[in-house]
């Protein structure tokens, strides 16, 4: 079975440049989560999906920072524009929505902003 | 706000040397206390969930177990490949849906 699958694996962009991070959730998962990962806060929860819908970003830094779920096999996270301090690995996880289910880590995307 | 607060951050043991690491939570109800195991350049990999205290759960050389205010997960006998960075993680039961809090992690190295 395939597992979260991420792209970009890894991003290199410019401060200012907008950055677009995808997610393809493992197939019949509900729930979506994206995470960002850095060694000063470990690892951080930056917005929950579930049945596509957007129910907690309250981890979401910035209003640069938005996240889209059109469907149930598909999620993008942009930053818009970017900054240095957003570098960091970013993960996408997805588990079957139901309370206390295990939540499954794609590889990640490790995104630096020069 | 829950907590999770793991020690040491760092661990090193030589192969065969058993030890614990430790993971402290607080949270107004636990629903579920998750491990995790972290390779370099991958994402978290799921090893364990306890739900309530008392529990253990055993996989090869790992078995963690759980009480009302912390969680233990003994190595035993470790070996090379068990090297990497343990993740600990919470979820609350007044939590609208599964989102963890994770601790800061432990990295383990193993020498041989």
């Known amino acids: 079975d395939a597992g979260v699958i991420q792209s970009p694996r890894h991003e290199v962009t410019e401060m200012g440049q907008e950055v677009t991070l995808r997610c393809k959730p493992i197939s019949g998962h509900n729930s979506l989560f994206w995470y960002r990962q850095t060694m000063m806060r470990g690892l951080e929860l930056l917005i929950y999906?579930?049945?596509?819908?957007?129910?907690?970003d309250s981890g979401m830094p910035e209003d640069r920072f938005s996240a889209k779920m059109p469907n149930a096999s598909f999620s993008t996270l942009k930053i818009q524009p970017s900054e240095p301090r957003d570098s960091a690995v970013y993960f996408c996880?997805?588990?079957?929505?139901?309370?206390?289910?295990?939540?499954?880590f794609g590889p990640g995307t490790r995104l630096t902003v020069l | 706000e829950d907590q999770v607060t793991q020690s040491p951050e760092a661990l090193r043991l030589q192969e065969g040397e058993s030890s614990s690491l430790n993971c402290s939570y607080t949270?107004?109800?636990?629903?579920?206390l998750f491990w995790y195991r972290q390779d370099p350049g991958k994402g978290p990999e799921f090893l364990f969930t306890l739900y309530s205290a008392g529990e253990e759960k055993e996989k090869e050389r790992l078995k963690a177990t759980l009480t009302k205010k912390e969680s233990f997960l003994h190595i035993t006998a470790p070996k090379p490949e068990d090297s990497a960075t343990y993740l600990c993680?919470?979820?609350?039961?007044?939590?609208?849906?599964?989102?963890?809090?994770f601790g800061g992690g432990t990295r383990l190295m193993v020498k041989p």
């Open positions: 949270v107004s109800g636990l629903r579920g």
């Open positions: 996880a997805s588990t079957l929505g139901l309370n206390t289910d295990t939540q499954y």
């Open positions: 999906f579930n049945n596509n819908v957007p129910i907690d």
């Open positions: 993680a919470v979820q609350a039961v007044n939590n609208a849906g599964n989102m963890l809090t």
